[in-house]
């Protein structure tokens, strides 16, 4: 058995950058174990046999405004500019998402839309952006009806369907991410960097693990592997002790046999859909707040501006999280509420008694990560345990 140095759990953005980081920068031996089939996370994309890139687990869509997270990825692939753009279906009508000025003029008659616009730039500030949940509290009228049509028609039933519950049981953090926006940029993000690796994500990630130094595994259940010796403190790896480093980015909760309970998730069907004809919709995402039992159809010819006779979509929903079910059992979506935190906050402890052992990533931290918040955590997280003293 090849020695190993370092052993990384799962081959996402954030084990794939720590796994580099750890072969490159301080010359280890790196095993990466990944439970799936293939590299890449949820980030993981393919060409169809009509070559239209698709994404797997649903769009994703890289932004950033971290200059260190861009450069260290441009390393490893070549950018094609693609700005989002998400339309909703509301009322019959088309019209932009996140909320802003040119949708509240395509809902509302010409002089009460003026009226509302003076208004929220007056409230708020000209580019300014404001919570839907804030906007109903608002002591002006009209901005309150503005904000309480937009809960209504755009907001409470998507946020039902995503969630399983009502917007008021989520965190914060979660409903402040659907702001009204006082501009009229379309953009759904308004990051310096939009762009998408021009080979996909799978070549990307492929990229930064095609080092001399790391060795893959896919079809690999690292729990059945790696165990963590509580009255030593210590790790063994097939059976015997490994002084080396353990990187964990899944699930706290699997690491340590539920024992504290399980972790919470949202899931996500996807049913794909591919038609002979040119172009099935208007852009690349159009949501569906209030009708049908999916949240948005998605299509991928779009992303990368791909010109085929074929195309394909994506229709999304959302359902809760079912280890024991084969359509249910991808966690994608923390749920965020006090019990929850408090529950990983008992594992994340049992964790620090490992010297050896770190965790990153959007499963081990338990939050929602952006991609550009992984790559930038995992980077932060390698040079936060390779300190002088700490290694």
């Not at 708020?124 to 904000?147: D, F, N, T």
């Not at 028609?153 to 998507?158: E, R």
């Not at 060795?215 to 059945?224: C, I």
């Not at 990368?304 to 359509?327: C, G, M, S, W």
Request: glycine share 6%.
């Amino acid at each position: 058995m090849a020695e190993y140095d370092v052993i990384v759990v799962g081959a996402g953005f954030s084990g794939a950058v720590l796994a580099e980081r750890f072969a490159n920068i301080q010359d280890k031996n790196v095993l990466v174990l990944e439970q799936r089939s293939h590299i890449a996370g949820n980030c993981y994309d393919y060409k169809t046999e009509h070559g239209v890139t698709v994404h797997q687990y649903g769009p994703h869509l890289f932004h950033t405004n971290n200059e260190e997270v861009w450069q260290y990825l441009s390393q490893f692939t070549k950018w094609t500019p693609y700005e989002h753009k998400v339309l909703g279906s509301i009322d019959e009508n088309l019209v932009p998402i996140p909320f802003n000025l040119n949708t509240l003029d395509a809902l509302y008659p010409k002089d009460q839309a003026q009226r509302i616009e003076a208004l929220l730039v007056e409230q708020y500030g000209a580019g300014g952006k404001v919570p839907i949940l804030e906007l109903r509290k608002s002591s002006h009228v009209l901005l309150q009806q503005l904000g309480e049509f937009v809960y209504q028609k755009f907001f409470v039933n998507y946020t039902s369907k995503q969630w399983g519950c009502s917007p008021e049981e989520i965190s914060p953090a979660v409903t402040a991410r659907v702001p009204v926006v006082i501009s009229r940029d379309d953009r759904y993000f308004h990051d310096k960097y939009q762009a998408i690796p021009s080979e996909g994500y799978t070549q990307l990630i492929t990229n930064i693990l095609d080092h001399s130094n790391i060795t893959v595994r896919l079809n690999t259940d690292a729990t059945k592997l790696v165990t963590l010796d509580i009255h030593e403190n210590g790790l063994k790896f097939q059976g015997k002790k490994f002084n080396g480093k353990l990187v964990f980015t899944g699930m706290l909760d699997q690491l340590f046999n539920y024992e504290e309970g399980e972790l919470p998730y949202r899931s996500l069907q996807f049913d794909f859909e591919t038609l002979p004809q040119a172009q099935y919709q208007a852009a690349t995402t159009v949501n569906y707040p209030n009708e049908h039992a999916y949240t948005r159809i998605t299509e991928f010819k779009h992303i990368l501006n791909q010109t085929t006779a074929h195309t394909t979509i994506v229709k999304e929903y959302p359902q809760d999280y079912d280890r024991f079910d084969a359509t249910k059992n991808v966690p994608y979506y923390p749920i965020f509420n006090q019990a929850n935190q408090e529950r990983f906050e008992q594992y994340k402890q049992k964790v620090q008694a490992f010297e050896n052992v770190i965790t990153a990533g959007r499963l081990a931290d338990y939050k929602y990560y952006n991609m550009d918040d992984a790559v930038g955590n995992a980077l932060h997280t390698f040079n936060r345990f390779t300190e002088p003293g700490i290694v």
